[in-house]
């Protein structure tokens, strides 16, 4: 059974860079399948973050594009996300998932994990 | 950039079929899947490829695509089904799109 589990800081400074790290158990992320992140602020919608494929291909939502980066250690079955300049507007709970896309047709976000909040204040 | 768009909200009675709709331009012309999410936790895929059902998700849901829309129907809806509902497609601009939300009131 897959499970995914967020970790990192609950608060991050305007401006600094939020760090989060995704450690998958049941599946080995080098096997297949893309993993992603997603993310939904208090109250709000769900928001695509972007992808990574096992080969370590990244792909990432156009408007969020220029400060993010998804990296994958596949020796600790991880992968993280670095938002960096973040406001306010990056307050929201995290979510990794395993992403069936291969990125360039269709998708769908199978298991998903708990999710952590992060709240950007000084 | 693709958009989708749900209805806010959405109400049925007990038992009877609750359907929840996602619009997008030529949204037939690929696939959609669907997300429940219950208060305080994380998105559960309900529906995939239009049609599909995961493992362990019940018979009474289910999904359809053509032309501009693709919608969730949900039959004999039961209490334990309020929830939010998302839809989410795929798009070459745009990647991954998620739709606004609806939330499914079962009284």
């Known amino acids: 059974q897959v499970q995914l589990q967020e970790s990192g800081p609950g608060l991050v400074k305007p401006s600094e860079t939020l760090s989060l790290t995704c450690t998958v158990s049941?599946?080995?992320?080098?096997?297949?399948?893309?993993w992603g992140w997603i993310r939904q602020p208090p109250g709000k919608g769900l928001e695509w973050i972007g992808s990574?494929?096992?080969?370590?291909?990244?792909y990432y939502n156009p408007s969020l594009k220029t400060r993010v980066t998804i990296s994958g250690d596949t020796s600790k079955n991880q992968f993280s996300l670095k938002l960096s300049s973040v406001t306010a507007a990056d307050t929201a709970v995290y979510y990794c998932?395993?992403?069936?896309?291969?990125?360039?047709?269709?998708?769908?976000?199978?298991?998903w994990g708990q999710g952590t909040l992060v709240t950007v204040s000084s | 950039s693709y958009e989708l768009t749900q209805p806010p909200s959405v109400s049925v009675s007990p038992g009877q079929t609750a359907s929840i709709t996602c619009s997008g331009d030529?949204?037939?012309?690929?696939?959609a899947c669907w997300y429940q999410q219950k208060p305080g936790q994380s998105p559960v895929l309900v529906i995939y490829?239009?049609?599909k059902r995961p493992s362990g998700i019940p018979e009474r849901f289910s999904g359809s695509n053509s032309g501009n829309t693709a919608t969730l129907t949900i039959s004999g809806t039961q209490p334990m089904d309020e929830a939010d509902y998302y839809c989410?497609?795929?798009?070459?601009?745009?990647?991954?799109?998620f739709g606004g939300g609806t939330k499914l009131t079962v009284l």
């Open positions: 990574i494929s096992r080969s370590g291909s990244t």
């Open positions: 490829q239009d049609t």
């Open positions: 998932a395993r992403d069936s896309g291969s990125g360039s047709t269709d998708n769908w976000f199978d298991p």
């Open positions: 030529k949204l037939g012309d690929k696939y």
């Open positions: 049941g599946y080995s992320i080098n096997s297949g399948h893309h």
């Open positions: 989410q497609a795929w798009d070459t601009s745009t990647a991954v799109v």
